[in-house]
Structures are given as C-alpha cells and as structure tokens.
C-alpha cells in the first residue's frame, strides 16, 4: 500500500520538470501544457469522493485491484504516447486509477491495524511516505527525463504497479460479497465536468486564431451549468457524495475554500519555476530538478516543524503564515523574472513557495477535520483532499492559462501569472480569518 501511495504521490510532480520537453516533442507551448498536469488532477479530485463510496460498496480490494491496473494501464499509455491528445488523455485516466485506488489503499491501512499505537505508527509511515513522493518526484523528473527521456517519467511505474497487484492478491483480506447500495455517479460526473470544460474555455480562449471561436465560450456555459447542477443533484439525492449537513459547518466549509485557493497558488507556483528554469534561463531537465531539490528539503523540514507550532499557534494562525509565505514567494518570482535573474535568486522564492505549502496546507487539514466524529471523519477527509486537487488544477488553468495566453501576459506572462496568483492569495487569507482561531492542537 505505501508503494502505491509512493507511486501516486510522485505522479503528481513528476512531470513538471519534464514539461519543456514534452513540449518540444509534441509542438505543445507552454500554456497548453498546463493539460498534462490538470487533466490528472482534475479527473483526481472530481471523483475522488465516488471511488472512495465504491470501495464501502463493491468490496476495498476489488476496488483497489481495479484502479491500481487503470492507473498502470494508464502509465503504459503515457509512456507510449503518440500524440499530445493522446497523452493528455492518458493522464485522465491516470487520475481516475488515482481515485479509485487511492481511498480504498487508506482504507486496508486503516482497518489492518487496530486503532491505537499500531494504526498511528501505519499512519505516520503512510503520510511520510506521500510527502517523500512529492518531494522527490522534482527531482526524479529531472534526472529521469535527462538520463532516458521524458516517456519513463511513466514508464518507470508501471513493474512497481505489476508488483502492487501481486502483493494485493496475496496479503490483502478477500471482500466480502458486494452490496447493493446506490452511488452518486451523477454527481461524481458533474463534479469532474465543471473544472474539466472551465479548463478547456481558458485553454482555448487563449489560443491566438484558434479554429473553433465558439468552443471557448461554450465550453465555460457548460461548466456553470455543471457546477449548478452538481448542487441541484446534490440536494435531490439520496446517497449525495456531500450530505447538506456538512455545509452547516462554517469554519469546516473556509478551511476547505482557503485550501482551494492556496492550492492554486501553489501550482501555479511549481509550473512557473519550470518555465523559468527551462524554458528562459535554458537549464537542463537535470540541473533544473537538482536546482529545485532546496524546495523539496525545505518541505520536509516545514512537514516536521508544523505539527508542533499548531500546538501553539492553533490551525487558522499556521494557514495564514503559509497563506503569507506563499505570496511573498510570488512576488520574488515576479520581480526575478522581470529583472531577469539567474538560477540563484530563484531559490528564496523556492524556499518561501516550499514553507508557504508546509505551513498553510497543513495548518488547512487540521481546520478542515476539526470536531469531526466517526459519522463525518471520512467525508470531511475526502473533502478536503478534493478542495486540495481540483483548487491547484483549476488554478493552473486560470493563472496560467491567462497568464501565457497571447497578448493577455503582456510583456512577461510570469508577472501576471504571479499577480493573479497574489490576488487569489488575498481572498484566501480573507477566508482563512473567517474560520475562526480555533484550538491548539495538542
């Protein structure tokens, strides 16, 4: 199970090192790429919430079976890719393998270890884990896509999935038979839909004599009406993926929009060091990962120091240390660009971006979990992991997506991309305040 978890966890930053040169590859700009990472997030945190309801339903190991060989299947396809299009929709289905396996892995960890010592030492193993997959998965993007090119970035998954699968069928507890219990499909769909079309109307609003004129504008209607219907199939259904009651809960339902939009800005982030690193100051992908390992090193550290801070500060005063790191980092990225600097003045960024994330995320989950009882803990945990990825891809798109697009970046696309990451930031430190101070956590 940590394995598979490692290997989700590294696919969600390592193919931003290795962008650049899926681009140069498939004649992709930069503003286009943004689809290789949000089409897995996207696909990801939409229907996150369903595979974890399929697992309580259909049995966790069949479910866990089933989306673990979609998400290697996908890697395979990735890897394999004889098109842009076709890659881009190999990452959907990468993040719909994601989604399926992800909750029911969490769930054979929580139920193989008896609550106590045994399940919080397989818990903290499974958390350090996930974060070393993202730390590392900067660095092995570089190193991976300069030594055999960037097709192993998903090629490289795919025995280790072979391997989750045989472990599966041997040491994971048969299911018992499935039950006959309804499931919210529709509005898993409609949850995936709403950011997927508001994805496509940015991305090809920005597309300079673009074929399709109307598509833009079609395309952001339908996510409205996605996003207007998710709430009306909410309400109307009987097994909905949210019960309304879960809205009652004030700072539960901040600490989950702060986390959206500080995960925007922190993806945006991320994509903008590469662009930069590659793109305009021609780095390798090998010196651009090792140039972002400082990044990856400052995580760990904020990832051991903020548990104990919120003992002292509580979760609202860590968000908004993290919220105000965060911005501080887009602003040095700004002015770095704009001045042109080198590889050195981007690391204060790095480092500002790095603790931005350990202090707010963190500080977010603590608030977005509180009081919850063993009713509401698994929704409230689902929550705010789908408020997590589908903020960051839908950041992306916007930030970035306006940013790069033709004559909306006005002279540098790092500048207005940073600064309506700023201004996203702003409304997530307003939000933040409004959760409340909370209590310590002890």
Not at 72 to 94: C, D, M, N, T
Not at 224 to 240: G, I, T
Not at 259 to 265: D, M, Y
């Given at each position: 199970m940590a394995m598979l978890q490692f290997l989700i966890a590294v696919d969600v930053t390592v193919v931003n090192v290795a962008l650049p040169s899926i681009g140069a590859d498939f004649a992709a700009d930069d503003r286009r790429l943004t689809w290789v990472v949000v089409g897995y997030t996207i696909t990801g945190g939409g229907l996150l919430m369903l595979g974890g309801r399929l697992g309580d339903v259909l049995g966790r190991r069949r479910v866990l079976l089933s989306g673990t060989a979609l998400f290697g299947l996908a890697s395979l396809l990735a890897g394999l890719a004889p098109s842009f299009g076709w890659l881009?929709?190999?990452?959907?289905?990468?993040?719909?393998?994601?989604?399926?396996?992800?909750?029911?892995?969490?769930?054979?960890?929580?139920?193989?270890?008896?609550?106590?010592?045994?399940?919080?030492?397989?818990?903290?193993?499974?958390?350090?884990?996930?974060?070393?997959?993202?730390?590392?998965?900067?660095?092995?993007?570089?190193?991976?896509?300069?030594?055999?090119?960037?097709?192993?970035?998903?090629?490289?998954?795919?025995?280790?999935?072979?391997?989750?699968?045989?472990?599966?069928?041997?040491?994971?507890?048969?299911?018992?038979?499935?039950?006959?219990?309804?499931?919210?499909?529709?509005?898993?769909?409609?949850?995936?839909?709403?950011?997927?079309?508001?994805?496509v109307g940015v991305v090809e609003a920005g597309e300079e004599g673009g074929a399709l004129p109307w598509l833009p504008p079609l395309a952001l209607a339908g996510a409205a009406l996605a996003a207007v219907a998710f709430a009306a199939v909410e309400r109307r259904s009987a097994n909905p993926l949210v019960p309304p009651g879960f809205f009652r809960n004030g700072p539960r339902v901040m600490a989950n929009l702060a986390t959206a939009l500080l995960s925007a800005a922190l993806s945006t982030s991320f994509l903008l060091f590469t662009y930069y690193l590659q793109d305009h100051?021609?780095?390798?992908?090998?010196?651009?990962?090792?140039?972002?390992?400082?990044?990856?090193?400052?995580l760990i550290g904020a990832s051991v120091l903020v548990p104990r801070l919120l003992g002292r500060w509580g979760a609202r005063m860590c968000a908004l240390t993290g919220i105000g790191f965060t911005a501080l980092a887009l602003v040095v990225l700004a002015w770095v660009t704009h001045a042109g600097g080198g590889r050195a003045a981007t690391v204060p960024a790095m480092l500002l971006v790095a603790a931005g994330l350990g202090f707010g995320i963190i500080g977010l989950q603590y608030a977005a979990v509180s009081g919850v009882t063993e009713d509401d803990a698994g929704i409230a945990s689902g929550v705010q992991r789908a408020a997590d990825q589908l903020g960051g891809a839908t950041g992306v798109t916007l930030y970035v997506g306006v940013g790069f697009a033709p004559g909306l970046g006005a002279e540098n696309p790092f500048v207005t991309s940073s600064a309506l990451a700023v201004g996203g930031l702003a409304a997530a430190g307003a939000v933040a305040w409004r959760m409340g101070a909370g209590r310590a956590v002890r």
């Amino acid at each position: 199970m940590a394995m598979l978890q490692f290997l989700i966890a590294v696919d969600v930053t390592v193919v931003n090192v290795a962008l650049p040169s899926i681009g140069a590859d498939f004649a992709a700009d930069d503003r286009r790429l943004t689809w290789v990472v949000v089409g897995y997030t996207i696909t990801g945190g939409g229907l996150l919430m369903l595979g974890g309801r399929l697992g309580d339903v259909l049995g966790r190991r069949r479910v866990l079976l089933s989306g673990t060989a979609l998400f290697g299947l996908a890697s395979l396809l990735a890897g394999l890719a004889p098109s842009f299009g076709w890659l881009v929709a190999a990452r959907l289905l990468q993040g719909a393998g994601e989604a399926v396996a992800l909750p029911a892995a969490m769930a054979v960890v929580v139920l193989m270890f008896p609550e106590g010592p045994r399940r919080s030492r397989a818990l903290s193993v499974w958390g350090a884990v996930a974060s070393c997959g993202l730390v590392l998965g900067f660095v092995l993007s570089g190193v991976i896509t300069e030594l055999f090119g960037w097709r192993w970035i998903f090629l490289v998954s795919v025995p280790f999935i072979v391997v989750v699968l045989a472990g599966a069928l041997l040491l994971v507890p048969a299911d018992p038979p499935a039950r006959r219990t309804p499931t919210d499909l529709p509005g898993s769909l409609l949850l995936t839909a709403a950011p997927l079309l508001f994805a496509v109307g940015v991305v090809e609003a920005g597309e300079e004599g673009g074929a399709l004129p109307w598509l833009p504008p079609l395309a952001l209607a339908g996510a409205a009406l996605a996003a207007v219907a998710f709430a009306a199939v909410e309400r109307r259904s009987a097994n909905p993926l949210v019960p309304p009651g879960f809205f009652r809960n004030g700072p539960r339902v901040m600490a989950n929009l702060a986390t959206a939009l500080l995960s925007a800005a922190l993806s945006t982030s991320f994509l903008l060091f590469t662009y930069y690193l590659q793109d305009h100051l021609g780095l390798s992908p090998l010196d651009a990962g090792l140039t972002m390992l400082p990044l990856a090193l400052t995580l760990i550290g904020a990832s051991v120091l903020v548990p104990r801070l919120l003992g002292r500060w509580g979760a609202r005063m860590c968000a908004l240390t993290g919220i105000g790191f965060t911005a501080l980092a887009l602003v040095v990225l700004a002015w770095v660009t704009h001045a042109g600097g080198g590889r050195a003045a981007t690391v204060p960024a790095m480092l500002l971006v790095a603790a931005g994330l350990g202090f707010g995320i963190i500080g977010l989950q603590y608030a977005a979990v509180s009081g919850v009882t063993e009713d509401d803990a698994g929704i409230a945990s689902g929550v705010q992991r789908a408020a997590d990825q589908l903020g960051g891809a839908t950041g992306v798109t916007l930030y970035v997506g306006v940013g790069f697009a033709p004559g909306l970046g006005a002279e540098n696309p790092f500048v207005t991309s940073s600064a309506l990451a700023v201004g996203g930031l702003a409304a997530a430190g307003a939000v933040a305040w409004r959760m409340g101070a909370g209590r310590a956590v002890r």
